[in-house]
């Protein structure tokens, strides 16, 4: 098994705060964090299934892709991103996590895959400068997680929300961590495998099967960031072996397991996304 060392070194970067209730909208989960080192991050995203936001409250935020890409002061970037990377110093930042379901109300549409991200303007609109502000003026973490909880619930209110069939579709492949099959998955909510794939695709941003793949892999990378071996994160993830699992991980990071094992955007997520219940992990 993985030396827990370098995550424990990962996670002490940081300065976490979450909020100390319950938000009131689900599938949303927010953090702050505040950089403690005066050395200069930079930092390999591994996909997620949510659409993530970071907020810039300082300036040292700097995000960019593999399209060259370069985000300043906030980011909205969607599920499975191709290489996005965080970097900058003295980094004080708040993050949001959206359910896919949620985040299409939210943004009033699905960002593409791939490596697609959006200005902070794609999330609060024309208000999107004095949430920014505010965000920043705000004396604590908690006064921060009530103004940005607020713009959320009225984005999600003026927004539409996904179809019932495809938020169905999309919670088993949560409940069965990735390891479900798209045609029984159209014949329970009684739609062809054509139109599951063209509406899930639509309003999620990825096709089922992709999404799936997405579930699945983040269960693994948790549990080879948890120490356990590529072998029997293999078998118990739905793999059919550890070579499958290599090319899995490689086509979603660019990485070996190994590398993902020790990932420093992985090492803090047991601290500062507790609130987001991750039925995709034991």
């Not at 006064?143 to 539409?160: D, N, P, V, W």
């Not at 799936?212 to 590529?230: C, P, Y």
Request: charge should be positive; proline fraction near 5%.
């Amino acid at each position: 098994m993985r030396s827990a060392g370098g995550t424990r070194e990962a996670a002490a970067r940081w300065d976490i705060s979450t909020p100390t209730r319950p938000g009131w909208l689900p599938g949303v989960a927010m953090a702050g964090f505040r950089d403690r080192s005066t050395d200069p991050l930079d930092l390999h995203v591994i996909p997620y299934p949510a659409v993530t936001v970071a907020v810039d409250l300082g300036n040292g935020l700097i995000v960019d892709n593999v399209r060259g890409r370069q985000q300043r002061d906030g980011v909205v970037f969607g599920l499975a991103p191709g290489s996005v990377r965080v970097h900058g110093r003295n980094i004080d930042c708040l993050q949001i996590r959206l359910s896919p379901v949620i985040a299409h109300a939210v943004l009033g549409a699905s960002l593409e895959p791939g490596g697609e991200m959006v200005a902070l303007d794609a999330l609060w609109g024309r208000g999107a400068t004095q949430t920014h502000e505010q965000l920043r003026a705000a004396a604590s973490w908690e006064e921060r997680f009530k103004i940005a909880e607020a713009a959320l619930a009225r984005a999600h209110e003026a927004g539409r929300a996904v179809d019932p069939e495809v938020a169905y579709a999309w919670r088993q492949m949560e409940i069965s961590r990735g390891k479900i099959r798209v045609e029984p998955l159209a014949a329970e909510v009684g739609w062809s495998r054509k139109r599951l794939w063209a509406r899930f695709r639509s309003q999620i941003g990825l096709t089922p099967k992709r999404a799936a793949q997405l579930v699945r892999f983040d269960h693994a990378a948790h549990r080879l960031a948890a120490g356990h071996s590529a072998g029997s994160v293999a078998a118990e993830s739905g793999y059919a072996d550890q070579s499958h699992l290599h090319r899995d991980v490689m086509a979603f990071t660019g990485v070996t397991p190994t590398a993902v094992s020790a990932a420093p955007w992985l090492a803090v997520d047991d601290v500062a996304w507790t609130a987001l219940k991750r039925v995709s992990r034991p």
